[in-house]
Every structure is written in structure tokens, then in C-alpha cells.
């Protein structure tokens, strides 16, 4: 397997970021990472897009997948295939234990689809409705940026979790909106692979990559590297106050599936649907224990709390497309934890040797690393000859937008810094100039 073309170093104005060991020809296969720890397709594209590659029906002049894991599935709680190599792949991907079939994911993705089809019947209501534990939390929904402080973001979780547990004895009757529906499929995805990790600390998934032929490929990674993450909750929270409330109430309509998803299993067999017959499966895995642990999991918030943290600012869209052109459709998101690592533009700010020495070769400040989606994987290739030592970096916004205000609106929205790269500083100065 080829070797990291680079190293992952501190800056002195972002974090870490990926600097060149090398001098990397244009073209090059700098990172390759097979898959998300975590991902999600939007609700209403579920149908539209391939599970597994994450192809768009419409590319292929279909209007939707019909190839669903098993027969009686029914789509297993949302997932439908474009081909059968592809539904292959995922019984391979969910697989924990050699021959006992994925029955334990197809079961939490289906009681997911059930509390979320319940959510949508007419009879529920349709806006919020607070019965008493949740009505704790009403004062959430009117805080300003001036009131968010660590603390009180940390007091807030801590209720959440009392209000979740009195819930938990409860029938869930709130309503989440589309975007908190998808984003608790992405949290469960995360606590998902997580449980499995606990579970079966050698599931093979984990350490999966694709052959090495697109240059240094990595996996999903583990938890740890999920956690390894730059933690943006905080400066979410104050950019958008708003976020705090719903992203309770995603863990708390987690927290119930769960707990539901344990109970129910306690009053059925408790075992779990293995693939192939009887005969030819090995001693069951408990699916007690998946449902067990990932309400445990979910009995506190720190787990959940993690991957929202995360979220913001370190995913990647999956667009309809392999790159994101204009008129590309966003699908879905995923969390590639190793593609994570690649800052925005160039900065003036980090004035070490290198960068001073780098920036006499670099003919401007535009990205010189471009993604494209390949399948489920993601590839980061060299737009241009690098040289030893300079920083790696992609381009968070689209850098054909010729207004320098609106990337920086969009750069201080989603990543909370000012973009300090030359072609900014240099068009920011232009505008003051100009009065
Ligand atoms: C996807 S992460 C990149 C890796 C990150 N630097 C880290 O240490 O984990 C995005 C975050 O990196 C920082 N960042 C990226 N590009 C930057 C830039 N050009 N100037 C300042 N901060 C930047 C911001 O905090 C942003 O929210």
C-alpha cells in the first residue's frame, strides 16, 4: 500500500493541516478514504440513491433502486441498491460476525423507518408539542449568542439527559423536521458503527480499504478518529443559537429509539435474523447485546453529543455528481474522518520559512487539492505540482464565486473563520480601497 504523501501539522492560524513531505506531481492520488464513519442520503432521495455507492438513480435514466437487501425487507428501514454487487457489499460492510448476516442493522433501520413513519401520520400533530418532561427545555428555544457559554452548554446536555430518561417511560410525540430527521440517521449511522466497534472490536469493516491502486487509501476509521476531530459545537451554538434545542431533541428522539428498540427486543425472541438457513449459521450473535449497548450508548448524551460536534464543519456533501459543479444536486453527507484534515485555501498569516519559501513558487492562492466522489470512497488529487513542505489544502467554497463577501459570509457561517488566503486578503483590500 502506497505511504502518506504528507503529515498532518499544527498551524499557527487554523489548526492542524496536511503539509507536503514530498514534491507531489499534478495528478497525483494524495488521500483516498474508502468510506464515511458516518453518512447519510436525504430521506427523500432514499429511494433515488444507491446505499452503497451512493449512485443517483437519475444518472442512470431510472427514477428510482429496486434492489432491497432481502425479499421480505422492505426496503430495510431505507435502503435500496443499484445493483446486486452493491446490496452484496453491504452485507459484507454490516456483517459483524462471520456468517450471522446483518439481521441486527436491517433491525435498528427498520425501527428508525417505523418512528419516523409513525412522526409522519396525520393523526400526530404536526408542530412540536410539549408534554412535561420536554417542557423543561422550552427555554432553550429563546436564547440569544450572548447566553451561550460552555456551561450552559453543558447544563443544557445534562438536562437533556434527565428530560430523555423521564421520556424514555413515555411515547415519543414530537416532531422532527426533515433536516433533524437526516441528521439523527447520520448520528445513528456514527453510534451504529461505534456499538458494532464495541461489539466486535475486530468487525471487519473497520479496517477495510480498498486495494491501493488510487495511491494512500485509508478506511472509515475507528471511533477514535472521529474523535479526533475538531470539536465545533461551541462556536456553532453561538453562531446559531437555534441549533442547541434541536440537536437535543434529535438525541432525545434517539435516546427513545433505543430504549424502544431494547424493550421491544425483550418481549420477542431477542434473537437476532441471520442470514441463510438455520442449519448453516454459527451460534447467534446476541442481538441483545447490539440493542443493549447501543441503549447504554445512548443513556448519556456524550456519544451523540460527539458526533454533532463534529459534524458541522468537518463533512462532506455527496453530490449527485462526482464534483460539485454547478447544478449538481447535494444528496446526502457524509463524515470522511481523514479527508478532514485538508484546510481552506492558503493562509498569510502562518509566516514560517517554508510557507515563505513555498509561497515564491505557488502562482497563486487557489487550492491545489480537488475532490471527486468515487462511489462510496472519496479521492483528493493534486490540481498542480506541490513542493515539499507546502500546505495541502481544498477549497470550502466554490472559488469561481466572484464576490470575495459572500465566500467570506459562507466561510464565517460554516467554518467560523475569516479567510485570510491572498486572493481574499487581496480583493478584501481591493473593496476598501474602493471605499
Ligand atoms: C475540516 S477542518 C480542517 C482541519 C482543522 N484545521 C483541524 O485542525 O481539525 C475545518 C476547520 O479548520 C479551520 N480552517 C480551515 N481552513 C482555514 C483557514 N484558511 N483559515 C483559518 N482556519 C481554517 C477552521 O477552524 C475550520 O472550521
Given at each position: 500500500m502506497a505511504a502518506s504523501l504528507y503529515d498532518i501539522l499544527p498551524t499557527s492560524y487554523g489548526g492542524r493541516s496536511a503539509f507536503a513531505r514530498q514534491d507531489i506531481p499534478k495528478g497525483t492520488s494524495v488521500l483516498s478514504c474508502s468510506g464515511p464513519y458516518a453518512s447519510v442520503i436525504f430521506w427523500k432521495f432514499r429511494r433515488e440513491v444507491c446505499a452503497m455507492c451512493f449512485a443517483y438513480a437519475f444518472e442512470s435514466g431510472k427514477s428510482k433502486w429496486s434492489i432491497k437487501l432481502g425479499e421480505d425487507s422492505k426496503g430495510a428501514g431505507g435502503v435500496w441498491f443499484c445493483s446486486e454487487k452493491c446490496r452484496d457489499a453491504c452485507l459484507r460492510e454490516y456483517e459483524l460476525f462471520e456468517g450471522q448476516g446483518i439481521g441486527w442493522w436491517t433491525q435498528i433501520n427498520a425501527a428508525f423507518e417505523r418512528l419516523v413513519n409513525q412522526m409522519a401520520k396525520p393523526s400526530k400533530p404536526k408542530t412540536s408539542t410539549k408534554i412535561a418532561p420536554a417542557a423543561r427545555?422550552?427555554?432553550?428555544?429563546?436564547?440569544?449568542?450572548?447566553?451561550?457559554?460552555?456551561?450552559?452548554?453543558?447544563?443544557?446536555?445534562?438536562?437533556?439527559?434527565?428530560?430523555?430518561?423521564?421520556?424514555?417511560?413515555?411515547?415519543?410525540?414530537?416532531?422532527?423536521?426533515?433536516?433533524?430527521?437526516?441528521?439523527?440517521?447520520?448520528?445513528?449511522?456514527?453510534?451504529?458503527?461505534?456499538?458494532?466497534?464495541?461489539?466486535?472490536?475486530?468487525?471487519?469493516?473497520?479496517?477495510?480499504?480498498?486495494?491501493?491502486?488510487?495511491?494512500?487509501?485509508?478506511?472509515?476509521?475507528?471511533?477514535?478518529?472521529?474523535?479526533?476531530?475538531?470539536?465545533?459545537?461551541?462556536?456553532?451554538?453561538?453562531?446559531?443559537?437555534?441549533?442547541?434545542?434541536?440537536?437535543?431533541?434529535?438525541?432525545?428522539?434517539?435516546?427513545?429509539?433505543?430504549?424502544?428498540?431494547?424493550?421491544?427486543?425483550?418481549?420477542?425472541?431477542?434473537?437476532?435474523?441471520?442470514?441463510?438457513?438455520?442449519?448453516?449459521?454459527?451460534?447467534?450473535?446476541?442481538?441483545?447485546?447490539?440493542?443493549?449497548?447501543?441503549?447504554?450508548?445512548?443513556?448519556?448524551?456524550?456519544?451523540?453529543?460527539a458526533i454533532m460536534a463534529r459534524d458541522h464543519g468537518n463533512v462532506f456533501g455527496i453530490w449527485d455528481m462526482t464534483t460539485e459543479d454547478e447544478g449538481s444536486e447535494m444528496l446526502g453527507w457524509g463524515a470522511y474522518v481523514f479527508g478532514s484534515y485538508f484546510n481552506h485555501g492558503e493562509s498569510f498569516l502562518d509566516f514560517g520559512v517554508s510557507r515563505i519559501v513555498n509561497r515564491l513558487f505557488s502562482t497563486d492562492c487557489?487550492?491545489?487539492?480537488?475532490?471527486?466522489?468515487?462511489?462510496?470512497?472519496?479521492?483528493?488529487?493534486?490540481?498542480?505540482?506541490?513542493?515539499?513542505?507546502?500546505?495541502?489544502?481544498?477549497?470550502?467554497?466554490?472559488?469561481?464565486?466572484?464576490?470575495?463577501?459572500?465566500?467570506?459570509?459562507?466561510?464565517?457561517?460554516?467554518?467560523?473563520?475569516?479567510?485570510?488566503?491572498?486572493?481574499?486578503?487581496?480583493?478584501?483590500?481591493a473593496l476598501a480601497i474602493a471605499g
Open positions: 427545555l422550552a427555554f432553550l428555544e429563546d436564547i440569544s449568542a450572548a447566553d451561550v457559554t460552555q456551561e450552559f452548554v453543558d447544563k443544557a446536555w445534562m438536562l437533556a439527559e434527565d428530560v430523555s430518561l423521564e421520556e424514555s417511560k413515555l411515547g415519543w410525540v414530537e416532531v422532527l423536521t426533515e433536516f433533524e430527521m437526516d441528521t439523527a440517521r447520520f448520528v445513528l449511522d456514527g453510534i451504529v458503527r461505534k456499538v458494532a466497534e464495541d461489539v466486535n472490536p475486530a468487525f471487519p469493516a473497520l479496517d477495510r480499504v480498498s486495494s491501493g491502486r488510487d495511491g494512500y487509501c485509508l478506511g472509515a476509521g475507528r471511533w477514535v478518529d472521529m474523535l479526533e476531530l475538531q470539536d465545533n459545537e461551541l462556536s456553532l451554538v453561538i453562531s446559531k443559537p437555534y441549533i442547541l434545542t434541536s440537536r437535543i431533541r434529535i438525541y432525545r428522539f434517539l435516546r427513545h429509539l433505543a430504549t424502544s428498540l431494547s424493550s421491544q427486543r425483550k418481549s420477542t425472541s431477542g434473537s437476532s435474523t441471520p442470514r441463510g438457513g438455520a442449519n448453516s449459521t454459527p451460534p447467534l450473535l446476541p442481538f441483545a447485546s447490539i440493542t443493549d449497548k447501543l441503549r447504554d450508548c445512548l443513556s448519556t448524551s456524550a456519544e451523540a453529543r487557489a487550492p491545489n487539492l480537488k475532490k471527486f466522489r468515487n462511489g462510496r470512497a472519496i479521492q483528493f488529487y493534486s490540481l498542480r505540482d506541490i513542493r515539499a513542505g507546502e500546505e495541502l489544502c481544498i477549497s470550502y467554497v466554490d472559488e469561481t464565486n466572484p464576490s470575495v463577501l459572500e465566500r467570506a459570509r459562507m466561510l464565517g457561517a460554516d467554518w467560523f473563520f475569516d479567510c485570510r488566503c491572498a486572493r481574499c486578503v487581496q480583493e478584501l483590500e
